[in-house]
């Protein structure tokens, strides 16, 4: 899978990962990068950094409706979405026991955005005979972390992108699924230093831009799994393996963290 000459499409896309994935993606010379994002100020800033490829667009991607109607627009306009990157997140405002209300935004977000994206394109890329779809999830969906909301909505949005590729890969669609560690985003500077080293787990700290880089690098080699850390695979193989072991090691690694 590559970009050049084609229509990309980023959501949540206005900073952090997703506005270094936008940039990359123009840099590699997609045709069209439209950057998707709540804040329509920011999505404007970004499309413009991506020089004559870049377009903007405004989307709450939890909007099953608006998602549809957003990507009927942009075909219409720029031709077939070649990869649509569902990469729109967001953190845990409360404590270890949140409200039901954030379990249903995260739930939204983290997992229906990626459902409501899945319902609209893979119509369109089944008679097409291709089309690629990018998901991001986290470490976090391989392993864990502090925030239960976070880690379990993380590993739905895996589990529906493995079964996207299961289901659509005779189609000819292609489905990644990004997981990175720990990256330089505005999410994790909101975090303190205790959470950000519980979150971290010893994994050296990588920018948006870095990121970027691996991405398309992992498209291109059309994998499932588009990891920014390789030590995370280690620990995957380690939580299979042995899984009440993996627990216990878990459990010391963030009672160091909290005591620090």
């Not at 840099?27 to 439209?34: I, K, L, S, T």
């Not at 939204?108 to 008679?127: D, N, Q, T």
């Amino acid at each position: 899978m590559r970009v050049e000459n084609t229509v990309v499409v980023v959501t949540g896309a206005g900073s952090g990962i997703g506005a270094a994935m936008a940039r990359r993606f123009a840099a590699e010379d997609a045709r069209r990068v439209v950057v998707v994002d709540r804040d329509a100020d920011a999505a404007e800033r970004v499309a413009a950094a991506c020089g004559p490829a870049g377009r903007a667009a405004c989307l709450d991607v939890t909007d099953a409706d608006a998602t549809e109607v957003l990507i009927d627009r942009i075909e219409a306009r720029d031709g077939p979405i070649a990869l649509y990157c569902a990469n729109a997140g967001v953190g845990v405002p409360e404590g270890p026991y949140p409200s039901d209300e954030v379990w249903q935004r995260l739930w939204a977000v983290h997992v229906m955005a990626h459902v409501h994206a899945a319902r609209a394109l893979v119509p369109r890329m089944k008679p097409r005979g291709g089309g690629w779809l990018l998901f991001t999830a986290s470490a976090a969906g391989l392993l864990s972390q502090p925030d239960a909301p976070y880690a379990v909505t993380k590993h739905a949005a895996l589990a529906h992108a493995e079964w996207l590729a299961i289901a659509h890969g005779a189609d000819g669609i292609g489905v990644s699924c990004l997981c990175p560690g720990i990256i330089d985003t505005p999410m994790l500077q909101a975090e303190t230093a205790e959470r950000r080293a519980a979150m971290s787990a010893g994994q050296s700290l990588m920018t948006p831009d870095e990121l970027a880089l691996a991405v398309v690098e992992g498209l291109a080699d059309e994998r499932f799994l588009i990891l920014t850390h390789p030590q995370v695979a280690h620990w995957e193989a380690a939580r299979v393996a042995d899984r009440a072991r993996w627990i216990r090691g878990m459990q010391r690694a963030w009672a160091d963290s909290s005591s620090d």
